[in-house]
């Protein structure tokens, strides 16, 4: 469509006589704005992914930049647009650098631009390895309960890959009400293992944690499995490690051999975006040269479009959507302003005055 945006949020003819404002939030501000809001934040990315889904969104794919002198780096740009109430544009940048983790830096770090409707002038600039982190585990708290409404509720956890975004998925699970009766971690490195697990336990569960030495223990004593690794090609090949029908969460998505999602019932969060960049749904796309392998979007559940079998294996794979950085940037923007501690630089847009 050639204007995304609803009725109520058409463009302004008008222009502003002020000079336009920038602002810089810090990820201290924007922790501070995410905080404890697990279910707001969650009925957020819910209501985001419906105007995705009704077309009042603008999600261009994302762009890789990546360097041939350091090639497990790589810096991604989003740009996207979004209607709504949220009536933004802007652009997530984001890198992802295995190598700081040895340096005692996380692997990401990121920036978020705010960009207005009417006028295009960026607005704010956020911090956003945090954004990115809660949209992500947002998203994925969301697909766990909608994705087992039609299922026994899964009351063993299991997290492959226990980095950050285990940990943000894991409060973003609790905070909307998950409980469980173990929670499974698996990772290849006994440093972040320990350290995972050791915040698991400063949580307050009653939940027992379980260390497994292995990928196939871990899989197989979970009835919910969150992958949320580095991988950059399937390192689950098996099946039959799946018999028993769990619901997983693969967000790191390119963990899980081709067979393993022909095998299953598959839920992205666009189609379009999940086959590229040689994910586990692309390959699965080129193994076969056909998509009917994708029973729909998230949207088309929550929409009830398609109904999640109790009786197969269900794999959300989401690619991760500009629109939802927007709109959870565009929430921290507007707490940080109500709370009166935006931090504007004063002069950033100088010259405005068309003939000087």
């Given at each position: 469509m050639s204007d995304v945006l609803s009725p109520a949020t058409e463009r302004s003819t008008s222009r502003p006589d002020t000079v336009p404002s920038f602002a810089?939030?810090?990820?201290?501000?924007?922790?501070?704005?995410?905080?404890?809001?697990?279910?707001?934040?969650?009925?957020?990315?819910?209501?985001?992914?419906?105007?995705?889904?009704?077309?009042?969104?603008?999600?261009?794919?994302?762009?890789?930049?990546?360097?041939?002198?350091?090639?497990?780096?790589?810096?991604?740009?989003?740009?996207?647009?979004?209607?709504?109430?949220?009536?933004?544009?802007?652009?997530?940048?984001?890198?992802?650098?295995?190598?700081?983790?040895?340096?005692?830096?996380?692997?990401?770090?990121?920036?978020?631009?705010?960009?207005?409707?009417?006028?295009?002038?960026?607005?704010?600039?956020?911090?956003?390895?945090?954004?990115?982190?809660?949209?992500?585990?947002?998203?994925?708290?969301?697909?766990?309960?909608w994705l087992s409404r039609?299922?026994?509720?899964?009351?063993?956890?299991?997290?492959?890959?226990?980095?950050?975004?285990?940990?943000?998925?894991?409060?973003?699970?609790?905070?909307?009400?998950?409980?469980?009766?173990?929670?499974?971690?698996?990772?290849?490195?006994?440093?972040?293992?320990?350290?995972?697990?050791?915040?698991?336990?400063?949580?307050?569960?009653?939940?027992?944690?379980?260390?497994?030495?292995?990928?196939?223990?871990?899989?197989?004593?979970?009835?919910?499995?969150?992958?949320?690794t580095i991988a950059g090609e399937p390192h689950v090949t098996d099946p039959s490690w799946f018999d028993h029908h769990p619901l997983v969460l693969h967000i790191s998505l390119r963990d899980l051999a081709p067979e393993i999602l022909l095998d299953s019932a598959n839920i992205v969060d666009d189609v379009e975006h999940c086959l590229k960049a040689d994910t586990s749904p692309h390959l699965a796309e080129q193994r076969t040269g056909k998509r009917d392998f994708l029973d729909g979007t998230l949207d088309d559940v929550m929409s009830g479009r398609v109904t999640v079998p109790a009786d197969r294996t269900v794999i959300f794979s989401p690619f991760g959507l500009g629109v939802l950085d927007l709109a959870v940037g565009k929430y921290v923007y507007d707490e940080t302003a109500r709370a009166g501690d935006l931090r504007l630089i004063d002069d950033f847009f100088h010259d405005l005055r068309r003939y000087g």
């Open positions: 810089v939030i810090s990820g201290g501000q924007v922790e501070q704005a995410l905080g404890g809001h697990e279910k707001e934040i969650v009925e957020l990315v819910e209501a985001t992914y419906r105007l995705h889904g009704a077309g009042y969104s603008v999600n261009p794919p994302s762009y890789f930049l990546r360097f041939p002198d350091r090639p497990t780096a790589r810096i991604i740009a989003l740009p996207a647009s979004i209607g709504g109430s949220v009536h933004v544009d802007g652009l997530k940048w984001i890198s992802s650098f295995p190598a700081n983790v040895s340096a005692g830096l996380p692997r990401a770090s990121a920036v978020l631009i705010l960009n207005d409707h009417d006028t295009g002038y960026p607005f704010a600039c956020l911090e956003s390895s945090i954004i990115s982190a809660t949209r992500t585990a947002a998203s994925a708290a969301l697909a766990a309960d039609t299922r026994t509720r899964p009351t063993r956890v299991g997290f492959f890959g226990t980095g950050l975004i285990a940990r943000y998925i894991h409060t973003f699970l609790a905070g909307t009400g998950w409980t469980f009766d173990t929670v499974g971690v698996y990772d290849v490195s006994a440093e972040s293992t320990a350290g995972f697990s050791g915040y698991l336990r400063q949580t307050g569960s009653t939940a027992e944690v379980a260390v497994h030495r292995s990928p196939e223990d871990l899989i197989r004593s979970s009835d919910l499995v969150v992958f949320a």
